[in-house]
Protein backbone atom coordinates (compact mmCIF):
# COMPACT_ATOMS: atom_id res chain seq x y z
CA UNK A 1 0.00 0.00 0.00
CA UNK A 2 0.63 3.74 0.19
CA UNK A 3 1.41 4.30 3.61
CA UNK A 4 1.86 1.92 7.10
CA UNK A 5 -1.40 0.48 7.54
CA UNK A 6 -2.75 -0.15 11.03
CA UNK A 7 -5.83 -2.29 12.31
CA UNK A 8 -7.84 -1.81 14.34
CA UNK A 9 -7.95 1.97 14.47
CA UNK A 10 -10.27 1.75 17.71
CA UNK A 11 -10.09 -1.09 20.43
CA UNK A 12 -12.02 -1.28 23.53
CA UNK A 13 -11.52 -4.24 25.27
CA UNK A 14 -12.26 -5.70 29.00
CA UNK A 15 -9.68 -5.90 31.32
CA UNK A 16 -7.67 -9.22 31.46
CA UNK A 17 -8.73 -10.07 27.74
CA UNK A 18 -6.21 -10.81 25.29
CA UNK A 19 -6.22 -8.02 22.28
CA UNK A 20 -3.93 -8.09 18.71
CA UNK A 21 -2.81 -4.94 17.08
CA UNK A 22 -1.88 -5.52 13.11
CA UNK A 23 0.61 -3.34 11.42
CA UNK A 24 1.45 -3.41 7.48
CA UNK A 25 4.34 -1.52 6.71
CA UNK A 26 5.19 0.27 3.41
CA UNK A 27 6.64 -2.71 0.76
CA UNK A 28 10.29 -2.51 0.33
CA UNK A 29 10.78 -1.35 3.75
CA UNK A 30 12.92 -3.60 6.07
CA UNK A 31 12.69 -1.53 9.55
CA UNK A 32 9.24 -1.93 11.56
CA UNK A 33 8.88 -0.35 15.30
CA UNK A 34 6.27 -0.53 17.91
CA UNK A 35 6.11 2.60 19.81
CA UNK A 36 3.30 3.65 22.13
CA UNK A 37 1.81 7.47 23.58
CA UNK A 38 -0.29 7.86 26.02
CA UNK A 39 -2.05 11.07 26.54
CA UNK A 40 0.17 13.94 26.86
CA UNK A 41 3.16 12.00 26.36
CA UNK A 42 5.78 11.09 24.16
CA UNK A 43 6.64 8.13 22.21
CA UNK A 44 7.57 4.97 23.99
CA UNK A 45 9.55 2.60 22.43
CA UNK A 46 8.35 -1.28 22.69
CA UNK A 47 10.29 -3.33 19.67
CA UNK A 48 12.41 -2.67 16.66
CA UNK A 49 12.17 -5.28 13.33
CA UNK A 50 15.15 -5.02 11.21
CA UNK A 51 15.21 -7.50 8.38
CA UNK A 52 15.26 -11.00 9.45
CA UNK A 53 17.73 -10.15 12.85
CA UNK A 54 16.68 -10.90 16.00
CA UNK A 55 14.27 -8.22 17.23
CA UNK A 56 15.03 -5.53 19.26
CA UNK A 57 12.72 -6.15 22.34
CA UNK A 58 14.44 -4.28 25.25
CA UNK A 59 11.35 -1.31 25.24
CA UNK A 60 8.47 -3.92 26.28
CA UNK A 61 7.40 -2.88 29.00
CA UNK A 62 6.36 -6.82 30.66
CA UNK A 63 6.35 -10.29 29.37
CA UNK A 64 2.15 -9.69 29.15
CA UNK A 65 3.47 -7.62 25.64
CA UNK A 66 5.02 -9.83 22.36
CA UNK A 67 5.50 -8.84 18.78
CA UNK A 68 6.19 -11.03 15.67
CA UNK A 69 6.76 -10.00 12.19
CA UNK A 70 5.73 -12.71 9.29
CA UNK A 71 7.71 -13.12 5.94
CA UNK A 72 9.47 -9.57 6.94
CA UNK A 73 6.26 -7.60 6.40
CA UNK A 74 3.32 -7.75 8.69
CA UNK A 75 3.61 -7.68 12.26
CA UNK A 76 1.24 -8.27 15.28
CA UNK A 77 1.69 -6.48 18.35
CA UNK A 78 -0.03 -9.05 21.41
CA UNK A 79 -1.23 -7.58 24.68
CA UNK A 80 -2.23 -10.60 27.01
CA UNK A 81 -4.39 -9.88 30.34
CA UNK A 82 -4.98 -6.01 29.44
CA UNK A 83 -4.58 -3.36 32.27
CA UNK A 84 -6.28 -0.05 32.21
CA UNK A 85 -2.48 1.26 32.08
CA UNK A 86 -2.35 -0.34 28.67
CA UNK A 87 -4.78 2.11 27.49
CA UNK A 88 -3.09 4.36 24.80
CA UNK A 89 -2.20 4.89 20.87
CA UNK A 90 0.13 2.00 19.59
CA UNK A 91 1.83 3.65 16.71
CA UNK A 92 3.84 1.26 14.07
CA UNK A 93 6.37 2.59 11.37
CA UNK A 94 8.59 1.53 9.18
CA UNK A 95 11.69 2.81 7.08
CA UNK A 96 13.73 1.67 4.24
CA UNK A 97 16.42 0.14 6.32
CA UNK A 98 16.49 1.57 9.99
CA UNK A 99 19.00 3.87 11.82
CA UNK A 100 18.90 6.80 10.16
CA UNK A 101 16.46 6.55 8.15
CA UNK A 102 13.07 8.41 7.81
CA UNK A 103 10.30 6.32 9.83
CA UNK A 104 6.82 6.42 8.70
CA UNK A 105 4.53 6.38 10.72
CA UNK A 106 0.75 4.56 10.44
CA UNK A 107 -2.27 6.35 12.01
CA UNK A 108 -2.37 4.41 15.27
CA UNK A 109 -4.44 2.30 16.95
CA UNK A 110 -6.58 4.08 19.92
CA UNK A 111 -6.52 0.80 23.10
CA UNK A 112 -8.89 2.06 25.72
CA UNK A 113 -8.79 -0.99 28.89
CA UNK A 114 -12.27 -0.16 30.72
CA UNK B 1 15.98 4.03 28.26
CA UNK B 2 18.02 7.35 26.96
CA UNK B 3 16.63 10.47 28.29
CA UNK B 4 15.13 13.27 25.91
CA UNK B 5 13.90 16.18 27.37
CA UNK B 6 12.30 19.14 25.25
CA UNK B 7 11.21 22.14 26.58
CA UNK B 8 8.22 22.60 28.55
CA UNK B 9 5.64 23.67 26.70
CA UNK B 10 2.67 25.27 25.65
CA UNK B 11 4.83 27.69 23.75
CA UNK B 12 2.38 30.34 21.92
CA UNK B 13 4.06 32.83 19.41
CA UNK B 14 2.10 35.44 17.18
CA UNK B 15 1.65 34.65 13.52
CA UNK B 16 4.95 35.87 11.66
CA UNK B 17 6.93 35.40 15.19
CA UNK B 18 9.98 33.28 15.55
CA UNK B 19 9.33 30.06 17.37
CA UNK B 20 12.31 28.53 19.43
CA UNK B 21 11.88 24.66 20.50
CA UNK B 22 14.71 23.00 22.50
CA UNK B 23 16.32 19.71 23.07
CA UNK B 24 18.45 18.07 25.29
CA UNK B 25 19.52 14.23 25.04
CA UNK B 26 21.52 12.55 27.86
CA UNK B 27 23.61 9.86 25.64
CA UNK B 28 27.00 11.79 24.42
CA UNK B 29 27.16 8.81 22.11
CA UNK B 30 24.10 10.25 20.16
CA UNK B 31 24.47 10.47 16.16
CA UNK B 32 21.20 11.53 14.58
CA UNK B 33 18.54 13.44 15.51
CA UNK B 34 15.23 14.41 14.54
CA UNK B 35 12.18 16.72 14.17
CA UNK B 36 8.74 15.25 13.81
CA UNK B 37 5.67 17.60 14.15
CA UNK B 38 2.60 16.13 14.99
CA UNK B 39 -0.77 17.49 14.48
CA UNK B 40 -3.41 16.97 17.06
CA UNK B 41 -4.83 13.26 16.50
CA UNK B 42 -2.28 12.48 13.85
CA UNK B 43 0.65 10.57 13.78
CA UNK B 44 4.44 12.05 13.57
CA UNK B 45 5.27 13.03 10.84
CA UNK B 46 9.30 13.94 10.01
CA UNK B 47 10.10 17.84 9.42
CA UNK B 48 13.75 17.77 10.10
CA UNK B 49 16.79 15.76 10.67
CA UNK B 50 20.58 16.54 11.70
CA UNK B 51 23.73 15.16 11.81
CA UNK B 52 26.42 17.45 12.20
CA UNK B 53 27.11 20.45 14.83
CA UNK B 54 25.80 23.79 13.25
CA UNK B 55 22.72 24.88 11.21
CA UNK B 56 20.75 23.05 9.08
CA UNK B 57 18.15 25.39 6.91
CA UNK B 58 14.88 24.05 4.80
CA UNK B 59 12.63 26.63 4.20
CA UNK B 60 11.47 28.39 7.15
CA UNK B 61 12.86 25.69 9.31
CA UNK B 62 16.05 25.88 10.62
CA UNK B 63 17.46 23.19 13.02
CA UNK B 64 20.60 23.41 15.01
CA UNK B 65 22.84 20.91 16.78
CA UNK B 66 25.57 21.40 19.39
CA UNK B 67 26.78 17.80 20.37
CA UNK B 68 29.57 19.03 23.19
CA UNK B 69 26.24 20.57 24.86
CA UNK B 70 23.99 18.09 23.98
CA UNK B 71 21.57 19.90 22.52
CA UNK B 72 19.51 19.95 19.29
CA UNK B 73 16.66 22.93 19.05
CA UNK B 74 14.30 23.97 15.63
CA UNK B 75 13.41 27.42 14.92
CA UNK B 76 10.67 27.87 12.93
CA UNK B 77 10.61 31.42 10.99
CA UNK B 78 7.66 34.06 10.35
CA UNK B 79 5.56 31.38 12.23
CA UNK B 80 2.29 30.42 10.87
CA UNK B 81 -1.29 29.38 12.28
CA UNK B 82 -0.76 25.92 10.17
CA UNK B 83 2.66 25.48 12.38
CA UNK B 84 0.56 24.78 15.67
CA UNK B 85 1.64 21.62 16.67
CA UNK B 86 3.07 19.16 18.86
CA UNK B 87 7.11 19.20 18.21
CA UNK B 88 8.82 15.73 19.01
CA UNK B 89 12.38 15.61 19.20
CA UNK B 90 14.12 12.41 18.46
CA UNK B 91 17.60 11.40 19.10
CA UNK B 92 18.94 7.82 17.22
CA UNK B 93 21.22 5.40 19.57
CA UNK B 94 24.47 3.98 18.51
CA UNK B 95 25.67 0.56 18.32
CA UNK B 96 23.57 -2.50 19.74
CA UNK B 97 20.47 0.28 19.64
CA UNK B 98 21.45 1.69 16.40
CA UNK B 99 17.71 1.28 15.20
CA UNK B 100 16.04 2.87 18.11
CA UNK B 101 15.15 6.65 17.91
CA UNK B 102 14.21 7.80 21.24
CA UNK B 103 11.10 10.43 21.81
CA UNK B 104 10.74 13.57 24.03
CA UNK B 105 7.48 14.69 25.36
CA UNK B 106 7.19 17.10 22.94
CA UNK B 107 6.50 21.03 22.69
CA UNK B 108 2.64 21.87 21.82
CA UNK B 109 3.42 24.83 20.18
CA UNK B 110 0.42 27.44 19.21
CA UNK B 111 0.63 30.18 16.32
CA UNK B 112 -1.92 32.73 16.76
CA UNK B 113 -3.38 35.01 13.90
Known amino acids: GAGVSQSPSNKVTEKGKDVELRCDPI?????LYWYRQSLGQGLEFLIY????????KSGLPSDRFSAERTGGSVSTLTIQRTQQEDSAVYLC????????????FGSGTQLSVL | QKEVEQNSGPLSVPEGAIASLNCTYS??????FFWYRQYSGKSPELIMS????GDKEDGRFTAQLNKASQYVSLLIRDSQPSDSATYLC?????????????FGRGTQLTVWP
Open chain 1, 93 to 104: ASSFQGGNEKLF
Open chain 1, 27 to 31: SGHTA
Open chain 1, 49 to 56: FQGNSAPD
Open chain 2, 27 to 32: DRVSQS
Open chain 2, 50 to 53: IYSN
Open chain 2, 90 to 102: AVNGRGSTLGRLY
